[in-house]
Every structure is written in C-alpha cells, then in structure tokens.
C-alpha cells in the first residue's frame, strides 16, 4: 500500500533552517506530486506548496515563498522541504501528502498523508 | 483568517445526520474542485470526498459532498462516536494560485 514516512522530531533556534523528509513507497514516485502543509498546536491545517516529481513544476504559497524549498530524490523516492529563518510562529507539525491523481500539471487532492513531524522553534 | 468559511462547530446525536457547509468565492469553490479531510485529535488528516463529491475507494458512503456555486457541504449520516473529528474543506484558488483551507469544524456527536 501507499506510504509516505516522515522524518523524526526537530528542536531547532531561531534562525536556523530545517530540512524533513517524506520517504514513499508503494507507488511510482515519479508519477505524482507532492505537497507540504503544517498544523501550528491547536490550529488548522495551512498548505505550504507543491511540487511535482513528475515535470518539476513547483507551486509555494505566497507566505514561504523564498523561506522554502522542496525538492525530490527519485533514487530513494524521497520528498523534502527546506524551511529557512524560523522563528517560534513556526512551530508546527509538518506533513507531506501525495496528489490523488498522477501526472497532474498542478495540485488536484492530497491523498494519502505522512504521519507528520513535529518542528519545535525555541531559544 | 481562513478564505474558505466553515462553521467552528457542529453536533450532532449518535445515528442522526449531520451537515457542514464550506463558502468561498468564484476564485475558488465557484471555479474549482472542492476536497475534505477528517482529521481525528493526535493524527493526520485523511482524504474523504474529492472533486466535490466522489468518494476514494473504501470509503464509507455514509459521507456524501456536494457543491452548489461557491458553497460546498459535506454530509454525515448515521453518526457515530468514531466520526468525532475535525472536518476540512480545500479547493484551489485561481487567483492566488493556492491551495486554500476552511478553518476547520470540530464534530461532536453526543
């Protein structure tokens, strides 16, 4: 079956940059994209962009563009995100999530989910 | 502040139907596909309806989506204490060429 396994929890100071990883397997990771979101504690979910491992297309929403970077390893069907200059209001669990639809020019539905990671921004 | 509205709150009695509304605008819900996502407490969310109203193989049919302008709706019938979750609207917007989120709404069923 489908699986997307993230990375393992973060602490990390104020100005310092993250890097979590969505290992996937159960699938052809080059046929769909994949997206990032996070949850702050008791908030709701928030996308950060898209990326599609199919054609390299990339969509980051207007708040983290040039905070963030996702990229992709097709020899370990690895997804990351990159999160630069954090500061606590970035203290989140954060997920990846594949599209519902392969070969898809932009993000259509998120389906399945990662199990999250929890990111922790604190001096 | 979410662009997509959707109530804080709903509840509803074990057995009984339930309804949550999703409005947006003609950027989004109005032009685009409208998805939702449970979300039980301490886990990740979890595909529901997708393209406003199909519903991902194994899925119960017991959730139903809709979309009607730029309003869409999940429905829950035959509630169960298990469906006590956070329910998620998404669609795209065109406009700001993003994935927009509802503010989420918590079912009880009591």
């Known amino acids: 079956q489908v699986q997307l396994v993230q990375s393992g929890p973060e602490v990390k100071k104020p100005g310092a940059s993250v890097k979590v990883s969505c290992k996937t397997s159960?699938?052809?990771?080059?046929?769909?994209?994949i997206s990032w979101l996070r949850q702050a504690p008791g908030q709701g979910l928030e996308w950060m962009g898209w990326?599609?491992?199919?054609?390299?297309?990339?969509n980051y929403a207007d708040k983290f563009q040039g905070r963030v970077t996702l990229t992709t390893d097709t020899s370990t069907n690895t997804a990351y995100m990159e999160l630069r200059r954090l500061t606590p209001d970035d203290t989140a669990v954060y997920y990846c999530?594949?599209?519902?639809?392969?070969?898809?020019?932009?993000?259509?539905?998120?389906?399945?989910w990662g199990h999250g990671t929890l990111v922790t921004v604190s001096s | 502040q979410s662009v997509l509205t959707q109530p804080p709150s709903v509840s509803a009695a074990p057995g009984q139907k339930v309804t949550i509304s999703c409005s947006g605008s003609?950027?989004?819900?109005?032009?685009?596909?409208v998805s939702w996502y449970q979300q039980i407490p301490g886990t990740a969310p979890k595909l529901l309806i997708y393209?406003?109203?199909k519903r991902p193989s194994g899925m119960s049919d017991r959730f139903s989506g809709s979309k009607s302008g730029t309003s869409a709706a999940l429905g829950i019938t035959g509630l169960q204490t298990g469906d006590e979750a956070d329910y998620y609207c998404?669609?795209?917007?065109?406009?700001?060429?993003?994935?927009?989120f509802g503010g989420g709404t918590r079912l009880t069923v009591l």
């Open positions: 999530a594949r599209d519902g639809l392969a070969y898809a020019d932009n993000w259509n539905w998120f389906d399945p």
């Open positions: 990326l599609s491992v199919y054609n390299g297309n990339r």
């Open positions: 003609t950027s989004n819900i109005g032009s685009n596909y």
């Open positions: 159960g699938y052809t990771f080059s046929m769909y994209g």
């Open positions: 393209d406003n109203d």
């Open positions: 998404v669609s795209w917007d065109s406009s700001l060429s993003a994935v927009l």
